[in-house]
């Protein structure tokens, strides 16, 4: 069923709109002090994406503060290798750990595609959100790309320099393609049980396939971003299902992620968008870019980046789609009334732009 | 005077070769046992970095090992800071520091172009560095970029997000801008002194610029490159000084970078060197541009790595130029053996191209 507002669902599949439509990566996130009580509720961070009742209250907060044009599933990108059995974990101000990292062949020999049943809390989430949102806006899914899980499987949590992954790479590519394609088949599973369980549009998170040299993108990270495009399915219960790629530092890659089948691509903000249009607006939608720092700028700097950004993605077209975003996740530093100028700036802004 | 071996300076001038050239950034630094045992008997970074002997003796230790044709300056990036008064310090495994960064309106008012003498020490080092080469290879001087400077100076030391320095950018423009002024003013003066001490060709290191927006990276950074490169002198005694310019994450505006006239543009690993060519390769040379992960990957993976850069650099053609490096510092933890592996093939392939 199409949500009352579809604004979202049309830009991503380049339909006309009458305003753009707007959403941040991270909405629902610790800038906000009600998802910092809720979060102190839950006890920790998987408590809290773990609770399909918390997990929707915390979606639906920015929903209730701001004319945000979607709602996405509050969840983490880590879920899948924690069903893995790799055992994630939050370690207070440090990041995701996980405590069985794969270093050895014979971790890599016994990864395996989970059962799906083991993210049932995920779609739980997924049911309970739609419930709750009533139609209001679209749910968005999501799911790390199988390269980033891979980084944080090998890596056994952030990194700097991505030294154990990297080596993998170049000393036994043949272990990282075989971690690629469990993900590959597991991302696209999981993404297609949180589409049957109700999310409207799906996106892929590739945080850190921008860390890669340009061979190895294409081999590492492009091709399994493909694989999992090809198996997501494109329409559930007779409405289209868009996915939106996003690979953070991807800016010299667009063409090939407009040609991994997608709907639209994520951009970073040291993408020009007008730049970006004219080489993939044609084949998708764009997503994003301003910077999130933007929002400590105050009010005049957040409105004219604003103005900025929807002027070089310029007046819609037939055929084009944007949907504006931040760059990446919003800081949990910002001042949660900046939110409100962004998200106004643009419903007023673009409307005035198709005037 | 040219040096014995003046393979570097013909490739950054795009003149013929009779192999590819190759130096490493960081190419004097911890991965070398014989530099840490220095860097143990000077006590400090900075203390290292502030004598000229111990500063030549570290600048040379990698030429020793590695048929490499280049030297490069040792020193930091934050000595024309430092000598602005803003009180530099290495905490042990806590990266740079300044005791007094620039937060304030009158912070940036009272900085001004330091004493260029203040840096006295980093000539007597470049003129030391020359004595002790004897001609062997060019020595490259180098300072960090205006936008770079600006990051420490007002962040005061590393950071993931530099919402400091973005604050400043959206908030107050005019206060950025001002740092910058000066910052460039400094740098190109400092750049100049170099050279008259004996630097043979000079690289400017934007380390930061790509953490920038497509709009803020032409105004704060970029702008400020091309006013740099515009103030360096471009001959001494007769001989021209090739001037690098590498703005890591910059793979998105090569054309910009290749037009602050610069002789050659720095590329990080991102970005396909076969492509660059085409975009910049008749207006600059290129250097770049292998990760230095690659250096983990054993000897048939680094091999294999030189052999596809050289040939997406393609056959050396009469106004082209490249000069093979990494695409960012080499790595403290990289095993020495393999830089030999690197270098040896680098020379050995790109004379059988040339054949």
Not at 274 to 281: E, H, I, L, N, P
């Amino acid at each position: 069923m199409r949500p009352l507002n579809d604004t979202l669902l049309r830009a991503l599949l380049r339909q006309p709109t009458d305003y753009t439509p707007v959403w941040l990566m991270r909405q629902a996130g610790r800038y906000l002090p009600e998802y910092r009580a809720t979060r102190a509720r839950a006890g920790s961070f998987m408590a809290l994406a773990k609770s399909p009742a918390l997990a929707t209250e915390v979606t639906l907060q920015p929903l209730e503060r701001y004319a945000l044009d979607a709602a996405i599933l509050f969840s983490d990108i880590l879920t899948v290798p924690d069903a893995m059995g790799l055992g994630l974990r939050f370690a207070e101000g440090e990041g995701p750990k996980f405590e069985r990292p794969i270093r050895s062949e014979e971790d890599v020999a016994r990864l395996a595609v989970p059962d799906i049943g083991a993210l049932d809390y995920v779609m739980d989430a997924v049911g309970e959100i739609r419930r709750a949102l009533a139609g209001r806006v679209p749910l968005i899914g999501f799911s790390g790309s199988p390269f980033t899980l891979a980084c944080y499987m090998v890596e056994g949590g952030g990194s700097d320099d991505f030294r154990l992954v990297k080596t993998m790479l170049y000393r036994r590519p043949d272990l990282l393609h075989r971690i690629l394609a469990v993900n590959a088949a597991a991302v696209a599973e999981y993404l297609n049980a949180q589409i049957e369980a109700g999310a409207q549009a799906v996106m892929v998170f590739d945080t850190w396939g921008g860390a890669l040299a340009d061979r190895a993108y294409q081999a590492f990270s492009l091709a399994y971003l493909r694989d999992v495009v090809s198996k997501v399915k494109r329409e559930h219960e007779g409405e289209r299902i868009p996915t939106i790629v996003f690979t953070k530092g991807g800016g010299l890659w667009l063409e090939q992620i407009a040609d991994t089948g997608c709907d639209a691509v994520g951009l970073d903000w040291t993408v020009n968008l007008g730049a970006a249009r004219a080489r993939v607006g044609a084949r998708c939608a764009l997503q994003g870019n301003v910077d999130p720092m933007v929002l400590f700028g105050g009010d005049a700097a957040i409105r004219r980046e604003v103005e900025q950004t929807l002027a070089s993605f310029g007046p819609p077209s037939a055929g084009a789609g944007h949907v504006f975003n931040l760059g990446h996740g919003i800081s949990q530093h910002t001042p949660p009334e900046a939110v409100s100028v962004l998200v106004d700036a643009v419903h007023e802004v673009s409307r005035q732009m198709r005037r």
